[in-house]
């Protein structure tokens, strides 16, 4: 019976969420050049608008979710409203095509940093790493500065471009609420401290038989172990990307000297 529902609900989806294919002109304006991914809520296109030949992201709302997703499209639209950074997506429209909806927003170059650790073999030492993790803490703090969650920072939804980090994905966000603002605050965080190991974890030879934790399979400096801990909850946790920085900049002040 669970296998009939799923089969359903399949083709439920396939029948109600159009997907547009590669050269099709959405609303006479943007031309589909691939399918980027297909989200919890939202199927993502890359884009040229045809009037000058740039790139953009569109963004269509499942009509199969409609009811259930329709809020975090609209959420995802005030948040991206709300945001006005370089290293973060501005959007540009909303619109509507064959009964869908939509939204556009800059397309952020560069390649996104899951590829370029698993595919390309990127490595980041441990200065390295927090160098370029300092400059993430950074635009968390911008996003949390403006009353935003981020809720989902995992490394597939960075893009490194020559060695910056651009933030993408906001379809998980959230805005603040007094209730619950340290919970989602210090969630980030616990994200913080998984892309953080990642990164880490890319110049981890891995020549162990025996599973170890990273406390064992890392050697890290003593206060860079000190920020991971925090950031996963083992001690203390941040309360501010403030507090971040100024660990990370202690760190970065230590293994430089």
């Known amino acids: 019976m669970q296998l009939i529902h799923w089969i359903i609900k399949r083709i439920r989806q396939a029948f109600m969420d159009k997907v547009y ?133 995992r490394i597939p939804n960075v893009i490194i471009h020559h060695n910056q980090p651009y933030l993408i994905d906001f379809g998980l966000a959230e805005l603040l609420k007094s209730d619950n603002k340290k919970e989602m605050v210090q969630d980030d965080f616990y994200d913080l401290g998984d892309f953080l190991l990642f990164i880490l974890y890319s110049t981890y030879d891995g020549k162990s038989k025996k599973n170890q934790p990273w406390t064992e399979e890392l050697n890290l400096h003593i206060r860079t172990t000190r920020i991971l801990k925090k950031l996963l909850q083992i001690e203390k946790p941040y309360v501010s990307a403030k507090e971040i920085q100024i660990d990370v900049n202690q760190a970065l002040e230590e293994l430089s000297s």
Not at 139 to 148: E, K, N, R, T
């Open 21 to 153: 294919p590669a050269n099709f002109l959405l609303a006479e304006r943007y031309q589909v050049e691939k399918v980027l991914g297909e989200g919890s809520y939202g199927i993502v296109y890359l884009c040229m608008e045809v009037n000058t030949g740039q790139k953009f992201v569109v963004k269509q709302l499942r009509k199969s979710k409609k009811k259930e997703n329709e809020e975090l499209y609209k959420q995802e639209i005030v948040i991206l409203r709300k945001l006005d950074h370089p290293s973060i997506p501005s959007l540009l429209e909303t619109f509507a095509y064959e009964n869908n909806k939509f939204f556009s927003m800059t397309f952020m170059d560069g390649v996104n940093l899951e590829d370029s650790l698993f595919n390309k073999k990127k490595k980041f030492n441990e200065k390295e790493a927090l160098l370029f993790f300092k400059k993430l803490v950074k635009l968390v703090s911008f996003i949390h500065d403006h009353g935003i969650a981020h809720r989902d920072l």
